[in-house]
């Protein structure tokens, strides 16, 4: 706790921190403001008073007047991004403070990543409000989100990479700064969903102004055909209009290529303003010295030491902001007639393309992969009593002591051990209503997803092997595929053992099989299918009411283990400790509710 203790007073001492250089940074924007208005009422005055007293001195008025007023509107400019910059920070500090107490309600929820069908995320609530991803998630692009639901929706089943994932989750964890400078950036211009998808079209999309030789030399023959022809009329040898015709005249022509630029700003201009966002973030990921192998390759996509990746990035934003210009009709008609302007900047930008759009998917990937990372890195730093868990090669392992559910508050949370140390086994638990057969299954599904994308975990110490997680925990009927519940079961059952059929190494959670059935069948069924997972090799836990299914021990009297969650009823009230215990359940409440609600209980 003491450790807990001193991350909340490093992000309250950020927040401080934070508040007075506000403060400071809005007295500044408000004198400067005031400055800049006296400067530029001052100028206009002055011009207006000094018009008749020659250019000298009107020269001068302007230069003491409106030359610092253009330096402090780039000054001011400066300083309302630091503003920005710092109410970010105070907010996402705030938002750590408010993560500590279990209220994630100000990070995304990753609801559109919700699946009933998925193998485990929808049994766990790996997504949605008030669900694992919510709590861990702390990307600041979408590219990173996707990225983070990628792994939490596909977790990784092999040593070495959950391994390598964890030591860049150890090295990442203590760089707080820059954590959040990440994270700050990534927020102030956040994309939209489509960016990545979009800006990859972009660069595969071919070039075609570069692809004719006569465009290629336009905005060359262009300036030479207007500096000749001013020459010749300061000579006298042509009359003073005719620069003039022809400058207009390349103006107008200029126009056959507007509608092809316009086309492509409106398609990718907006998108391809992210990438402004994304060299800072690149820049973060070529300036740090990294150990672990996971980030060093996360570098080598931005081209490792040699930072090119974003100064190439900036080098396209400050191309792209310049074709903006266009927008500007007096700009557009001065560049386009002297220069043919537009069609040389749209020819810059596919030259850029040519040159870095092989590379463009690797920076993205980088961009995501260190977002995601970096919410992980969060995770580990805001729970410093969580431990990494030793992954085992050797089939099958799952064992801990003291598991609590992440989501659960830790001043409340009842922890239990689990205990698998071969193939097959599978522990069946029994227990009351209410007792925590459920919250413990998940609790073990959770920490074992953890595991397995390379988090740390709530327990005192934890082994496994990652074999594939699938669960039935919330099986749901399907009004739309005209599907009962019990059917929906059964698929998902069926799907169990079609994938242990196949040789896929599975670690299977269960609550209450065959729900839909009448008790005789149901406990018929569920006998078969648990000796159907012993010969298939199996591993798994399995919770019931049944209390016959804890007879299968004396079957399997090597390979099952019994535990129960049981209810005491004291004093007429009913009392649950969430403590795990061996052997099978001996008390059962429903009866007792029923006459606590008043529901009158009548015995034959």
């Not at 253009?70 to 300083?79: A, D, I, Q, Y």
């Not at 080098?315 to 792209?320: S, Y």
């Amino acid at each position: 706790m003491e450790q807990l203790k001193n991350i909340i007073n490093t992000y309250q001492d950020i927040i401080k921190s934070a508040e007075q250089k506000l403060g400071k940074a809005k007295q500044q924007i408000y004198r400067i403001g005031t400055l800049r208005l006296i400067l530029f009422v001052a100028g206009i005055a002055g011009v207006i008073h000094f018009w008749d007293n020659g250019w000298i001195v009107i020269t001068g008025v302007v230069a003491l007047t409106f030359v610092p007023f253009l330096f402090l509107v780039k000054l001011h400019n400066r300083l309302f991004y630091q503003k920005e910059y710092l109410e970010k920070k105070i907010e996402i500090n705030r938002q750590e403070l408010q993560a500590i107490e279990y209220d994630s309600s100000s990070f995304d929820s990753g609801e559109e990543f919700i699946n009933p069908a998925h193998l485990y995320s929808y049994d766990l609530d790996v997504f949605g409000e008030r669900s694992l991803f919510q709590y861990i998630n702390r990307t600041s692009t979408d590219l990173g989100k996707k990225r983070l639901a990628a792994w939490l929706n596909t977790h990784l089943e092999n040593k070495a990479e959950i391994e390598k994932r964890q030591k860049a989750v150890r090295e990442l964890a203590p760089e707080l700064k820059m954590r959040q400078r990440f994270r700050i950036l990534g927020l102030l211009y956040k994309g939209k969903s489509a960016d990545e998808e979009e800006i990859k079209a972009w660069a595969d999309s071919p070039s075609y102004y570069r692809n004719h030789a006569i465009l290629r030399a336009l905005p060359f023959i262009v300036p030479a055909i207007n500096i000749i022809f001013i020459t010749l009329a300061i000579a006298g040898i042509v009359s003073g209009t005719v620069p003039g015709i022809i400058f207009v005249g390349f103006f107008l022509l200029s126009f056959a290529f507007s509608r092809g630029i316009t086309k492509m700003q409106a398609l990718y201009g907006k998108k391809l303003q992210i990438l402004a966002t994304y060299a800072s973030l690149i820049h973060i990921i070529e300036e740090k010295e990294y150990h672990s192998a996971v980030l060093q390759e996360i570098k080598e996509l931005v081209g490792g030491d040699k930072q090119t990746a974003s100064q190439a990035v900036k080098k396209l934003t400050a191309l792209m902001n310049a074709l903006d210009q266009r927008n500007n009709m007096l700009m557009s008609f001065v560049l386009n007639g002297a220069l043919f302007w537009e069609l040389r900047q749209i020819m810059r930008i596919e030259a850029w393309k040519e040159k870095h759009a092989s590379e463009l998917p690797s920076w993205l990937k980088a961009i995501g992969e260190m977002d995601a990372y970096c919410s992980l890195a969060t995770f580990a730093y805001n729970h410093p009593e969580y431990i990494y868990p030793q992954i085992t090669s050797t089939p099958f392992s799952m064992e801990a002591e003291a598991l609590g559910h992440p989501l659960m508050n830790r001043d409340k949370c009842v922890c239990n051990d689990i205990d698998i140390a071969k193939r097959p086994f599978f522990i069946i638990i029994t227990g009351a209503n209410m007792a925590g057969k459920s919250t413990y299954l998940r609790t073990v599904g959770i920490n074992y997803l953890l595991a397995c994308i390379g988090a740390p975990v709530w327990a005192k110490q934890m082994k496994l092997y990652p074999s594939r997680l699938i669960t039935s925990l919330r099986t749901s009927d399907s009004l739309t595929d005209n599907e009962s519940y019990f059917f929906a079961e059964l698929k998902r059952l069926k799907l169990i053992i079609d994938k242990l059929n196949a040789g896929e190494e599975l670690f299977i959670i269960l609550d209450e099989i065959l729900k839909g059935t009448n008790s005789t069948d149901k406990q018929k069924g569920s006998f078969a299918l648990i000796k159907q997972f012993m010969a298939l090799q199996a591993n798994g836990i399995i919770a019931t009411h049944d209390l016959m299914l804890g007879t299968l021990i004396n079957l399997f009297p090597e390979d099952i283990r019994n535990y129960c969650f049981e209810a005491e009823i004291t004093n007429n009230e009913l009392t649950f400790s969430y403590q795990m215990k061996n052997g099978v359940a001996q008390n059962m409440n429903a009866c007792f509710l029923m006459k606590k609600m008043g529901i009158a209980v009548i015995n034959d």
